[in-house]
């Protein structure tokens, strides 16, 4: 009987050990699976919502419609963007710009100029009649300049994905014609929230003050401000001849856009996908600039037709506006650096 209880206490030992090495197997292999799951979960849908504060048939939200396209086809659904044109989510450029830095939102499109508030560099491209071409203001955009620019931006926790255009600023209002600075005088007149723009109109005799871009029209509208000035797309896109009558193709200001991202969004993800995303960045702020010229000659025709009085300045008048202007170059300066003053101009050269 003794003999028996041993073996029978073997029997059982044996069941144990059989048990527990089951058990660890099974474990390994749950741990396995976990681990698993964390890769496969690293390769969930990434979503990038894009907030931009202009009209869906602006020349910006169809490139980015088409870039939101290529991105889904070329990383087989693994990134998802999401567009929200016309102010939906945020009604002005600063307001996306903080909700991207925030991580709020994960991408923008906006005028440079509002990031002059968050970088005095930025206004280099705000100074009056700093370029004189289309051409000048692509190379610099595209070279050192925007470079430099671009620089900044991580420090404020965004990247720049490449840079669009609106084109060169006009003036428009529901006054009289624009052909001297004199004529601005006692003009009430929206701006950006820029103070470089601000400054600079009040210099030339306006009444500036900055508005978000989304409560422009209704101001206008209401007789809050009397003029204003805007891109060729823009003014027909939101419709502004609606509410404004003269249109001075002064050519004052070259207006880029810029794409931005949240910094720690975009160096979270898989290498492979923030390559795809930078290319087709790159490529969709191109096909940007593609558009607007094309939507600039249709849009003048249409401004015209319905009923805007529009007008050139002469070379010999733009020289008046050019030489009034210089005390802003002198004011500041200092804040945006003579060397970036200079890099800027050499590109007309």
């Known amino acids: 009987m003794r003999k028996q209880s041993q073996f029978k206490l073997y029997i059982v030992g044996f069941v144990v050990l059989c048990l527990g090495m089951l058990a660890a197997c099974s474990s390994d292999s749950t741990s396995g699976e976990s681990s698993s799951g964390e890769s496969s979960s690293s390769e969930e849908t990434i979503q990038l919502r894009l907030s931009h ?8 939200n169809l490139a980015l419609l088409e870039f939101e396209k290529a991105i889904e086809a070329k990383t087989d659904g693994r990134i998802d963007v999401e567009i929200f044109p016309n102010g939906q989510l945020y009604g002005s450029d600063r307001e996306a710009v903080e909700a991207v830095q925030l991580g709020n939102i994960e991408m923008t499109t906006i005028a440079t100029p509002t990031l002059s508030s968050f970088s005095s560099k930025f206004m280099v491209i705000d ?14 955009m595209d070279g050192e300049l925007g470079q430099t620019l671009n620089d900044e931006l991580p420090a404020i926790n965004l990247v720049g994905l490449g840079y669009g255009e609106n084109g060169f600023r006009h003036l428009v209002n529901n006054k009289r014609q624009i052909e001297t600075p004199e004529d601005l005088d006692g003009l ?6 820029n103070k470089l723009y601000q400054d600079t109109f009040n210099l030339l005799g306006a009444n500036a003050s900055p508005l978000a871009f989304g409560e422009l029209y209704s101001a206008l509208q209401q007789g809050t401000y009397d003029a204003m000035d805007n891109p060729i797309s823009l003014i027909y896109a939101s419709k502004f001849y609606e509410v404004q009558d003269y249109l001075t193709l002064s050519g ?14 975009l160096e979270g993800m898989p290498e492979d996908l923030q390559t795809i995303l930078l290319e087709e960045a790159k490529k969709m702020s191109q096909n940007q600039r593609e558009i607007t010229h094309q939507q600039d000659e ?3 025709e249409k401004l015209k037709e319905q009923g805007m009085k529009v007008n050139e300045l002469t070379d010999e008048q733009k020289d008046t506006f050019v030489k009034n202007v210089q005390p802003i170059y002198e004011e500041y300066v200092d804040e945006i650096g003579q060397d970036l003053i200079d890099l800027a101009k050499s590109y007309n050269e």
């Open 53 to 60: 504060v202009v009209a869906e048939d602006h020349a910006s």
């Open 188 to 193: 009430k007149m929206r701006v950006m929230e």
């Open 127 to 140: 100074l009056p009649f700093i370029f004189k071409s289309d051409e000048a203001a692509h190379n610099a």
């Open 252 to 265: 004052h200001v070259y207006a880029p856009v810029i794409t931005v991202m949240n910094k720690e969004v």
């Open 298 to 300: 249709e849009m003048l």
